[in-house]
């Protein structure tokens, strides 16, 4: 092995080290039948804000970290991406110019959409492919779709379990943007848990109003404390 490979090889044992939390209950909790769910979403929320050189981009590095990994992250370079991924718009080529897969990196990263995660070596740059819920347009766009369907005459809010239905799970999720309610962390369907306001063991149940977004860290952290103790150790 060559000097450059033994530093390589470092480097990438040295970013599996020091992967957050975040990203371990990303792989921990990451189920492959959610894929199509997280298609639709991108498809829905994501994809009429992106140009087509956007799309192509995310859509290639989406294949490449989530879909062929398990992960959100790749590397990838903008030389490698020039051939491949979409045809220009032009025809008169097979591939996009540096310059077009730079600009669409660019508008990517502009949008949320995807973050540098890392330096860049022979390879490409570490990028970190956001979901939707952890873009904010989405976000906007999934309340704004919300707003148009008529809400129903009657408030099921508490007569039905937030905590153990999955799609009633996503609810709380949705109302709090992915964000954590104590430290305003933003999460993904993979790393987002529920925390009871009022604890089940003093009384608390499962209903809508009863539950908060919160992080791995903040509801560890909590335990069976008034919400308002959280709450002042974040902000003070």
Known sequence: ?????????????????TASADDQAFAENFDFFELPEIVCSVIDYLQPALYPYEAAVYWHLFRKSVLGEGTQYTRASVRGMSSGVITSSSGQSDGLSYGA?????????????????????????????????????????????????????????????????????????????????YCSKQLTRFTATLDHVQPVSKGGDNSLDNLVTACLHCNSQRGNRPVMDIIDEKHF
Do not use: W
Not at 1 to 17: Q, V
Not at 107 to 136: C, Q
Not at 140 to 160: F, G, N, T
């Open 101 to 181: 897969v730079q600009k669409a990196l660019n508008g990517l990263e502009e949008k949320g959409a995807i973050s540098k995660a890392g330096g860049t070596t022979r390879e490409g740059t570490l990028y970190k492919v956001h979901l939707p819920e952890e873009i904010e347009l989405c976000q906007e766009a999934k309340k704004a779709i919300a707003k148009e369907v008529p809400k129903s005459e009657r408030d099921l809010r508490k007569e039905l379990d937030f905590y153990n239905v999955r799609e009633n799970r996503f609810k709380v999720f949705d109302r709090d943007d992915y964000k954590c309610r």
């Open 1 to 17: 092995m060559s000097k450059i490979e033994e530093i390589r090889a470092l480097l990438d044992e040295l970013e599996a080290e």
